[in-house]
Nanobody
Framework: QVLLVESGGGLVQAGGSLRLSCAASGLSFSNRVMGWLRQAPGKERELVATINWRAGGTDYADSVKGRFTISRDAAKSTVYLQMNSLKPEDAAVYYC????????????WGQGTQVTVSS
């Protein structure tokens, strides 16, 4: 059984930082892309950052480039999203998800963690 469990969300002031974690189990990582996606009320889900688990290559939405960093710890089977210089518009539920490198659809999802940014 695949399980993705996010943690690290919370309330932070604008300009502050948070680090989200996604602990994965039951998943073979060798051919996976891990992603962080977010969804704010009334808005479409947005792909924030991805990381190729094996190669380590990363990609970011323009809205977070230079502020967010995605990384992985293979020994802990955990993906992180370091979020700096947070803005009120970053507030959303953040989801960790996994897909195969060869596919565009994320098949495995975590339950989400709420990030709230006060101005």
């Amino acid at each position: 059984q695949v399980l993705l469990v996010e943690s690290g969300g919370g309330l932070v002031q604008a300009g502050g930082s948070l680090r989200l974690s996604c602990a994965a189990s039951g998943l073979s990582f060798s051919n996976r892309v891990m992603g962080w996606l977010r969804q704010a009320p009334g808005k479409e889900r947005e792909l924030v950052a991805t990381i190729n688990w094996r190669a380590g290559g990363t990609d970011y939405a323009d809205s977070v480039k230079g502020r967010f960093t995605i990384s992985r710890d293979a020994a802990k089977s955990t993906v992180y999203l370091q979020m700096n210089s947070l803005k009120p518009e970053d507030a959303a539920v953040y989801y960790c998800a996994a897909r195969l490198i060869s596919q565009n659809t994320y098949h495995y999802w975590g339950q989400g963690t709420q990030v709230t940014v006060s101005s």
